[in-house]
């Protein structure tokens, strides 16, 4: 089992959705399952991606009721924790791409180099040391499987 | 999407393993994805039985790590969150089936019962209001058939 | 420092509410900081009382803003997490005082017994093992003392 | 009640131990509660300055036991919830100081941020837009005392 998490604004432009689409395709073109929030924008547009490769996408979402899901979610976790379920997506990941995104994805990236798990960064925060920073998705693809266990 | 928790004891005798596992394959049998605290005992049992019939299994660990998770987890959730991710796996699931258990369970069936979901009781703490009590796996599924919404 | 917890319905009868507020009054009495999920009912009556004897008392609520503490709370603790919040009010006590209760209360009762700490109950759920019955407000908080660490 | 959360490393150097030290102090002047994550470094060097000018300090600690808080912690709030308590100590303060910090700090400041919430910056995370950079502890009490509710 490989779990890869996407981080992103819940709300995005359609270039950025589009992006973590082609995030979401490639992710499930490594047969790694998708893990993320849950909600719309960077998440919704990799699930859907992920989906349409026939990956299966997990999406562990803030409020009481897993509805609140975008469509594109497979197995819907309902934490009613708000932000604290970022720490879940994390922890659950083995490799996590951030893709743009705002302050709740920076305290993401945020945990996720406090506990060393490996981010690759695509149009998202600048210049914070341990992301790998990518210029495409083919390339964040590559650094993703680069960064995946053998298992 | 159909989820259906299942809670129980961490360590048990192997007549309630046995029961585990043909819960599990009762719930794979209705099409549902089952969903646990990820650990041993009767939440092994569960996920292997449904695993055995070609099911999903989503397992809630308390611990920082999902590989804590028993084998027959496919969608491990990593939570660090100790007991708190008792909560999660009883908002996740649209019916709870209880077998046996001790106080771990019982705050897992207290919290569903405060949130009005249903669940399904087979040799479990006994005479509380609101736990539809069964008496074999058979009834048991039966139960949770009903419960499940038509979606 | 000293910290018992007070656990209970969060809407109650006017007896119940004076119960509360005497067992909050012993609690203070003993020199203990009181801790709660500060909300109404019981938790607001018991915060009263230990503030009319000079006690410190923490509400930790369930929602996001600290503003949802009873105006007895001296030291509120926001969460934004729910029931999960229940753990915290355990695990932050020395020994918990059940007074009537609900579901939510059955299970903080339940992972109190679960983690090994002593449960006073008064008018509370019955018949459960490990729980320490009392009759009155009087023996509630001189069972409370007997358990408080020396310290 | 104002409440004023400090975060910043839990190992630092004598320097920053001594600067968050007379931020407590500060915070103390201020009546003001001081809210932190409860372990070393910044956090024990700012409740020891606070508890110098008979402050209150609450300290809400990673683990499972209220043990692990650092000897200048008044109020200690056991979470066993690792990561995910940061969100606690950003919720309940109505105003943040950042003292120095790494990635735990960050993802504490992001959150901040997120929820709207002053955050007032000493040797911190650098060019963060939202956070209200000083260059002296007097300079961040004043800052402090500015954002502070009126009530």
């Known amino acids: 089992m490989k779990l890869v998490g996407v981080i992103g604004a819940g709300a995005c432009t359609q270039e950025i959705y589009e992006k ?56 819907p976790i309902a934490t009613d924790m708000g932000h604290a379920r970022n720490i879940l997506v994390v922890r659950t990941s083995d490799v996590l791409v951030a893709v743009s995104g705002g302050y709740g994805t920076l305290s993401e990236i945020s945990i996720a180099l406090k506990l060393g798990k490996p981010v690759v960064g695509l149009d998202t925060w600048k210049q914070m040391h341990g992301i790998r920073y990518v210029e495409t998705v083919d390339d964040a693809i590559r650094a993703v499987e680069a960064f995946l266990p053998e298992r």
Chains 1, 2, 3, 4 share one sequence.
């Open 20 to 75: 973590s689409r082609r995030v979401g395709q490639g992710i499930a073109g490594l047969g790694a399952t998708l893990v993320c929030g849950g909600l719309g924008g960077v998440m919704e547009g990799a699930c859907r991606g992920a989906q349409e490769r026939g990956g299966i996408t997990v999406g562990i979402v803030p409020g009481p009721d897993r509805k609140e899901a975008n469509p594109y979610v497979t197995i």
